[in-house]
């Protein structure tokens, strides 16, 4: 149609984008679960990987490599979602302090690039493109197909949740078991502000096995971290017990507060699905969801907590609160993603949900105003801190977020995308005028 058309394509995967990113004003959005035609293949052998389309659900991955006791290595904490949506982010949960994020376990793509073009990229084949396009906001091409690294399933998990009151004790005690060499298969710390309401902990669907001495435990209206952790195991593996009691006894836990499960990997991985259909039930899960995802330096999360848990966010948090740290080393820095330049930072995300109508602090303007202090508290305070999953309404802001990295991303773009025609809801760039 020409650069004079006004003419844009968004890539909408299972409806997850939190502002609108996966809309065009007057454009095409494609349904990119309608490609989900082709089946998935499982390749087995030493260096195992599945075939799939850009459409297909992760949990449906999940399903299909189990067949072969075969799993993809990272994960995103809730597996409704399409491999195309994740991976023109990143995909982050508890895994990826050991295999990194998922977009650093790809191996090959297949992207229809804003040009039209069908192209077939990997890091030695068009790997600009292939770089470009993980972490990169859809901005390049449309992810069709993919190559996902797998690894052997374990059949058990141990599932563990242990509480802190100290910040700083909670903080330091991740740290240490994301870099220890023998250490838990999934870290995960979450803030538990006020214990009341389903909204408020709906990713609790978490039965531990008679925690007797943990029920008798008084929090006093504190608030406090929870650390939770797994540890995979075969059936057959006698020393288990033995295994995790060891690492435990590195920690500095609350000792009345060890709460302990033990489930299939498969419903540990899809424990938010539980959650889901409860909230679906009550009507709660078709809400606004303001969240905030933030990547904040490890030398700064003191002071962030500091300030978020100790001021801004005292007597309620609308929904879980996750808070974590990752190794940088995980990452590849080619990649579109922006992380902070620290070797450690913490994934911070808020997981509100608004109630409908209401004009309180459970209410849409109330989180989104305080989801605002809480970035002018970051920028003010400089913490090197970047959002994850980000929302910003004008290219200036884009230019900060990259920072250093923004020139080579508007040239990725003109490359691959030079009239503007991809994922407009981001409004990184203009339909079809220059932008270098």
């Known amino acids: 149609m020409g650069p004079g058309s006004e003419l844009t394509v968004a890539a909408r995967g299972h409806g997850h984008s939190l502002q609108g990113q996966a809309q065009a004003h007057q454009g095409v959005v494609i349904n990119m679960e309608s490609l989900q035609g082709t089946e998935m293949q499982v390749y087995t052998g030493n260096f195992p990987y599945v075939d799939v389309s850009g459409g297909e659900l992760w949990i449906n991955i999940l399903h299909e490599s189990l067949k072969y006791g075969l799993a993809p290595k990272s994960w995103t904490d809730y597996l409704h979602l399409t491999v195309g949506g994740t991976l023109s982010n990143a995909g982050i949960s508890g895994q990826a302090f050991r295999h990194g994020p998922q977009i650093s376990n790809v191996h090959w793509l297949e992207v229809v690039t804003g040009k039209g073009e069908v192209i077939n990229c990997s890091k030695k084949q068009h790997g600009d493109l292939f770089h470009s396009v993980l972490g990169g906001l859809g901005q390049f091409g449309i992810i069709t197909r993919a190559r996902i690294s797998l690894e052997p399933a374990p059949k058990m998990v141990k599932w563990i949740r242990v509480l802190y009151s100290d910040f700083s004790t909670f903080a330091r005690d991740q740290e240490y078991l994301i870099s220890a060499e023998n250490t838990f298969d999934y870290i995960e710390g979450f803030v538990i502000i006020n214990r009341t309401g389903l909204l408020n902990n709906w990713r609790s669907s978490f039965n531990p096995q008679d925690p007797v001495q943990a029920s008798q435990f008084e929090s006093d209206g504190k608030i406090l971290f929870c650390l939770e952790l797994t540890k995979n195991f075969k059936v057959d593996n006698t020393n288990i017990n033995q295994e995790v ?192």
């Open 245 to 436: 009691e060891s690492l435990l006894s590195q920690l500095s836990y609350i000792p009345s507060t060890l709460f302990l499960s033990e489930v299939p990997y498969i419903d540990f991985l899809d424990r938010v699905h539980v959650s889901e259909v409860k909230l679906r039930s009550k009507g709660l899960w078709e809400v606004p969801h303001p969240w905030l995802n933030l990547l904040v330096p490890k030398s700064k999360i003191h002071n962030f907590a500091k300030e978020v848990f100790g001021k801004i966010l005292k007597d309620t948090s609308n929904g879980p609160i996750l808070i974590y740290p990752v190794n940088k080393s995980k990452w590849d820095n080619r990649t579109s993603a922006v992380i902070p330049e620290e070797d450690i930072f913490y994934l911070v995300a808020f997981l509100s949900s608004a109630v409908p109508s209401s004009t309180g602090t459970d209410g849409l303007e109330y989180i989104l105003s305080r989801n605002k202090r809480i970035l002018d508290f970051c920028k003010t305070a400089r913490l090197g801190a970047k959002q994850y999953l980000p929302h910003y309404t004008t290219q200036e802001e884009w230019r900060t977020h990259f920072g250093p990295r923004w020139e080579a991303f508007a040239q990725r773009k003109s490359a691959y995308d030079p009239l503007a025609i991809l994922a407009p809801g981001h409004r990184i760039f203009q339909k079809a005028t220059p932008f270098l």
